[in-house]
C-alpha cells in the first residue's frame, strides 16, 4: 500500500478540464510544501510536471496546475491533450529524510 | 544538459545482491546543488523511493528498504550505485536514477528492468 492515496483512474474529453488528487497525512502533505508530481508514459522515464505544489519547471505548460488544503494535494490539467494519456504520481516530503510517493493514477483521454 | 543513464545486469537469482550504476553526464556528480537518488516501479504498481545520496557522501534511505540498500558515489567516474541485497521476486521491477534537490526528481535516467528469478 502507498503512502499517499491517488485514484486508481481519471479521464476526460480533449479540451476539458481533469483534477487528480493525492491525500496523504499531517505527517507529509499537510505539513510540507514540498508536493510534486510527475507523468509517466509508458515504457519511459517519468517527467516532473509540478514540484512544490504549485512551481512548473521550464517547459512544462501552464495546462497544469497544482494546489493543496490539507492533508490534500490536487493535480489540474485544463484543455486535455491526447498526449496527456499517462500515468500520473504525486510525491511528498515525509520528514526525517523520507519521500514518499502516491500509488499512480491512469489518465484516459476519452 | 545533465543526462543519466542506468546500467547493470536485467536478471539476478533470488537471495542474491541486486547492483546497479547510474552514469551521469553533462554535468559534475559533485555539484554542490544536487542529490542522486534511486526510484523504483515494480510491474503494475506505483513509483517507489529507494533512497538519495549527497556529493558528501551522505545517504538517505527508505526505511522499508534501509536494511538491504547501499547507495554509493564514484566522483572519478561520475557515476553512482545502488545495491540491493537478499533480493526477492517483489524486488522485480523497472529500475531509475535521477537528479534531485532531494524533494523532487528534476532529471531522470530512461530507466532499466531488473527481474529476480533463478
Known amino acids: 500500500q502507498s503512502a499517499l492515496t491517488q485514484p486508481p483512474s481519471a479521464s476526460g474529453s480533449p479540451g476539458q478540464s481533469v483534477t487528480i488528487s493525492c491525500t496523504g497525512t499531517s505527517s507529509d502533505v499537510g505539513t510540507y510544501n514540498s508536493v510534486s508530481w510527475y507523468r509517466q508514459h509508458p515504457g519511459k522515464a517519468p517527467k516532473l510536471m509540478i514540484y512544490e505544489v504549485t512551481k512548473r519547471p521550464s517547459g512544462v505548460p501552464d495546462r497544469f496546475s497544482g494546489s493543496k488544503s490539507g492533508n490534500t494535494a490536487s493535480l489540474t490539467v485544463s484543455g486535455l491533450q491526447a498526449e496527456d494519456e499517462a500515468d500520473y504520481y504525486c510525491s511528498s516530503y515525509a520528514g526525517n529524510n523520507n519521500l514518499v510517493f502516491g500509488g499512480g493514477t491512469k489518465m484516459t483521454v476519452l | 544538459q545533465l543526462q543519466l543513464q542506468e546500467s547493470g545486469p536485467g536478471l539476478v537469482k533470488p537471495s542474491e545482491t541486486l547492483s546497479l550504476t547510474c552514469t551521469v553526464s553533462g554535468g559534475s556528480i559533485s555539484n554542490t546543488d544536487c542529490y542522486w537518488g534511486w526510484i523504483r516501479r515494480p510491474a503494475g504498481k506505483g513509483l517507489e523511493w529507494i533512497g538519495t545520496i549527497y556529493y558528501s557522501g551522505s545517504t538517505y534511505y527508505s526505511p522499508s528498504l534501509k536494511s538491504r540498500v547501499t547507495i554509493s558515489l564514484d566522483t572519478s567516474k561520475n557515476q553512482f550505485s545502488l545495491r540491493l541485497s537478499s533480493v526477492t521476486a517483489t524486488d522485480t521491477a523497472a529500475y531509475y536514477c535521477?537528479?534531485?534537490?532531494?524533494?523532487?526528481?528534476?532529471?531522470w535516467g530512461k530507466g532499466t528492468t531488473v527481474t529476480v528469478s533463478s
Open positions: 535521477a537528479g534531485t534537490n532531494f524533494y523532487y526528481m528534476d532529471v
